[in-house]
């Protein structure tokens, strides 16, 4: 299958393309670098650097023999893309091409900006390069569990029937983001949805929980082709943050009283759900949404988590809350459905002792490069 | 009070800013000529012609005394915007400084993205000139009855209670609208809902129905002061193609089964509205939202009734349905509520036979100006 790959130079771009290409298929991957240079710009670079993309994939196709063909580039340019859309064709296209950090959408006017034209203008172009130039093509778009926000009431996978004065019909969910990156991503929702009711687009729409891990089939073949490892407070998950305190000897910051429940996943399990959608494409007209995780635990149980473990390998680890930057609900409830990809034939890996011991190992093998500095939250939401 | 009129060279804009000034406002108005330019490029000029805005203003100043300050530009560049508020310091903003014509963001991709962009840039710059120039003045966005589409549940003002598998909550009411420019209200409305909730913004979101009518107190004095009349298929809304067609003794063309319901009201009570909302502004973190429109009505009504009130001036008026070139429901449920605007005070003007008669009047003033190729739809949604 012709399967092009947009943002693929991201954690989730860059092994998602490698595990295409061992499988076989015709894989073409498109990256502006925005990520890299947000890194460096706000002083966020990844604990373990990494090639640049071109270099990766000459390193994977040394070690595999698989082909990854690669276009540094901006997607916001409808030229660029509709010139890789008529020369790849593609069958499916898998978009993780926006800015993806909720913190640098909330540092100030010209952050936000260029968040909501980055990622508004991305889906854009992909929605109208599929319309002009492949309208069979399978769009494959990563939305974000954070786009339905907390409700009080059960979060279906996408959709709701609603009951209302005697009657009744069928509406997307609605949602209600935390930060303006979580809101670009509703308005890519409402965007897609438009136009696959319009002109019959076919796309799936992954609404992903906070992925962690860096282990996959083909990063694990050599450290030059790990996906990126952020801990600092714009890339960064709570996740990978309480890794790094628990390595480097400080304390794990929760923020505020750590209620917050979300919906989490393993990297491979990333990779499985993107192959489990591509494999069976949504129809004609169809706006499929499924929610991808495999597990909900609340922040303060992930901290104990990396506690257990870290104190199990000898290190000594502390927990402590600290003041929320973010403006979010520290104690809610949260039902979310998850049967979608299961039904599909998703097979979790969930986060055991032994895997969060594993993420313990990769950091410990890279401490001296951590720069606490990086840790703590330089933005908040007021 | 000091009141910031964004697009107040339009339909709306213009006489909000008249009244405004009339009732003794300090008002401020900015405009890019889009729609102006728009007109040109596509063949769609208004029927009578209209001075520029600056001539406009002073047209007004010598019959009222009334000072208009106006300046010509682009919100979307932020700097231009904040001049304005750093200057003017507005204590509300009424927002009606978007691309606002269904079939021209249908045309293709470049309309379509200068829609997008155009619409969703305008209201954040807006969002972020007040959060950081005039965090306490009111913003009064024009949205339309379009977001909501025609769903099969009564339609309430902006929010809707959900109970669902037992459990409770309060959501935007849910939104799927029928054009891309429909569609750049919706994510107006969530952008707007995202930074009222996040920052304690005041909004109030006017779900506006299609307007009709030319005459207010200030443009009944002199034909020079008009709002725009646009009969074309890309400005004009199905009220003026009728009046047109009648005067013109073409066939009003009903777009299909003509069983399309809408909520219309008088132009008249879009000022009586705007300044309703006004003079009674949300709550800082309220996003307050209204239906704004006094009655509903199908297609196949309004084209009777044109008919009726024609055939009784002595026109000869034949009503026909030609293929819908917009891809709608024909005939559908539609409930709306509409009591807010009503509880704080409108006084309705309602579409009445004479009302129909005054605005056929004024067309058969300008019939020799009637370009019939510009009535019959170029666009199509398919």
Partial sequence: MRVLILGGDGYLGWPTAMSFAAKGHDVYVVDNYMRRNIAQATQSEALIPTPNLNDRANIFKSLSDCDIQVKIGDICDYRLLETVFKEFQPEAVIHYAEQPSAPYSMIGFDQARETLNNNLNATFNVIWAVMEHAPDCHIVKLGTMGEYGTPNIDIEEGWLEIEHKGRKDKFLYPRAAGSLYHTTKVLDTDLLWFYVRTFGLRVTDLMQGPVYGLSTDESDQDERLLPNFHYDDIFG??????????????????????????????????????????????????????????ETFSINELADRVQRVGNQKGLNVEVKSIPNPRKEAEDHYYNPAHSGLMDLGLKPNYMTDEVVAQMLDNVIKHKDRIDESKIMPRIKWK
Same sequence: chains 1, 2.
């Fill in 237 to 294: 998950t709570a996740v990978n943050r309480f890794l790094v305190q628990a390595v480097a000897g400080v304390p794990l910051t929760v923020y505020g009283k750590g209620g917050q429940i979300r919906g989490y996943l393993n990297l491979k399990d990333t990779l499985q759900c993107v192959e489990l959608a591509m494999h069976s494409p949504a129809a004609k007209g169809e706006l499929r949404i499924l929610n991808q995780f495999t």
